[in-house]
Nanobody, 116 residues
Framework: QVQLLESGGGLVQPGGSLRLSCVAS??????MGWYRQAPGKQRELVAA???????NTADSVKGRFTISRDSAKKTVYLQMNTLKPEDTAVYYC????????????WGQGTQVTVSS
């Protein structure tokens, strides 16, 4: 059974930083990634990374967010800098096969709120 455990969300002021972590249990995965869903909006890809280190990052966060992984620890990270109010959302960890679309396993989500 695959389980994904996220941590690191919270409340931060605009311009601030947060680091999200997600630890996977079970099998190893080719792609680990982060998606987010804001109220009233569809869930969208934030960033994903393959086991070989290839990344896919949404244009809206390029230059501000960085995804990385420690495959030995089955952990994926999302470093979020220069946060904006529009980054407010529930962030979900996901594992699968493709950099462009999610796999079937999801974490429970962690809330990120950017507000002054």
């Amino acid at each position: 059974q695959v389980q994904l455990l996220e941590s690191g969300g919270g409340l931060v002021q605009p311009g601030g930083s947060l680091r999200l972590s997600c630890v996977a249990s079970g099998s190893s995965f080719n792609v680990m990634g982060w998606y987010r869903q804001a109220p009233g909006k569809q869930r969208e890809l934030v960033a994903a990374i393959s086991s070989g280190g290839i990344t896919n990052t949404a244009d809206s966060v390029k230059g501000r967010f960085t995804i990385s992984r420690d495959s030995a620890k089955k952990t994926v990270y999302l470093q979020m800098n220069t946060l904006k109010p529009e980054d407010t959302a529930v962030y979900y960890c996901n594992v699968g096969l493709l950099l462009t679309s999610p796999g079937k396993y999801w974490g429970q989500g962690t809330q990120v709120t950017v507000s002054s």
